[in-house]
């Protein structure tokens, strides 16, 4: 494969110009590319990473992308993912209350992100749909309440949400 990084810098600029009018980080998503180049590249730029195994964390730190500006967004994270990514310091998305737990009892002091579904089917395929209401995705709308309480009785701070609709999204009417 062959990369345009100059293209790839243009848009990083386009974007953050987009959203110039309020505070924001852009975060480049590693699973579309794992390339260590590109990823040291996208964080001189000031880009942050988004990155859904351990290895693709590990590929980052060793980036140089500092640990603050790395979101770990895996599907269905084990204790010993959840614990890595507090020993590592990245900011974790969760996505199950049974996880959003754990992260309260273990490290409530710390700022975590939740992924929610939206109930929202998109995308052309409901197979690969990652948020219609029987998507495995999230926790879903209905366990809002039960989010709510989580947080309180732990003392959540929740600095992230995290909703994914669908990747073949391949028009406006989806």
């Known amino acids: 494969y062959v990369y345009d990084i100059e ?34 590249h996208m964080g001189k730029l000031g ?10 964390v590990k590929i980052c730190l060793k980036a140089g992308i500092a640990a603050s500006d790395i979101i ?29 737990r754990y992260w309260g009892a273990n490290y409530a002091d710390k700022p975590v992100s939740i992924r929610i579904n939206p109930h929202v089917l ?3 395929d409901s197979k690969i749909s990652v948020a219609g209401i029987d998507s495995k995705f999230g926790i879903s709308m209905d366990f809002v309440p039960q989010i709510l309480e989580i947080v309180a009785e732990f003392g959540l701070k929740i600095e992230g ?5 669908g990747s073949d999204i391949s028009s406006g009417s989806d």
């Open 7 to 40: 293209r790839m810098t243009s848009q990083f600029n386009k974007m953050t110009e987009c959203f110039k009018v309020f505070p924001h980080k852009i975060h480049f998503a590693c699973k579309a590319l794992t390339n260590i180049s590109i990823i040291r």
């Open 47 to 56: 880009c942050g990473a988004d990155a859904v195994s351990p290895g693709e």
């Open 72 to 100: 770990f967004t895996p599907s269905g994270p084990s204790k010993q993912e959840i614990d890595l990514a507090h020993e590592l310091g990245v900011m974790i998305t969760l996505d199950s209350l049974s996880s959003l």
């Open 122 to 124: 998109a995308g052309g």
């Open 161 to 165: 949400l995290h909703i994914h609709t």
